[in-house]
Nanobody, 117 residues
């Protein structure tokens, strides 16, 4: 069974850049059509879709985050990366990756990112 695992630095200072990775294990989800998203949830708030990348390398971003967000993929490593620039305290959240592939949906457990001095 495919599992997604996010990884990141945990604590980041304001104005810095954070890079998160999401790696699939237990199988490949980069065959056929797939759609791989990053979603975050600040404390006490709902889920916020940030952006996605699909099989063809097309990227899609939330308009409110597009200027600071970049999503890329490494098919050989079965991985999708998120980079976010100029972090602010309000970017503190649990960051999840989600993949839809071959008619199935997969969620990672999430990784906490805290933006603080």
């Amino acid at each position: 069974q495919v599992q997604l695992q996010e990884a990141g630095p945990g604590l980041v200072k304001p104005s810095q850049t954070v890079s998160l990775t999401c790696t699939a294990s237990g199988g490949s989800i980069t065959t056929g059509y797939y759609y791989w998203s990053w979603i975050r949830q600040p404390p006490g708030e709902g889920l916020e879709w940030m952006g996605a990348i699909d099989t063809f390398g097309h990227t899609f971003y939330s308009p409110s985050l597009q200027s600071r967000t970049s999503i890329s993929r490494d098919n050989d490593k079965n991985r999708v990366d998120l980079q976010m620039d100029n972090l602010r305290p309000e970017d503190s959240a649990v960051y999840y990756c989600y993949a839809s592939a071959s008619g199935l949906d997969y969620w990672g457990q999430g990784t906490q990112v805290t933006v603080s001095t």
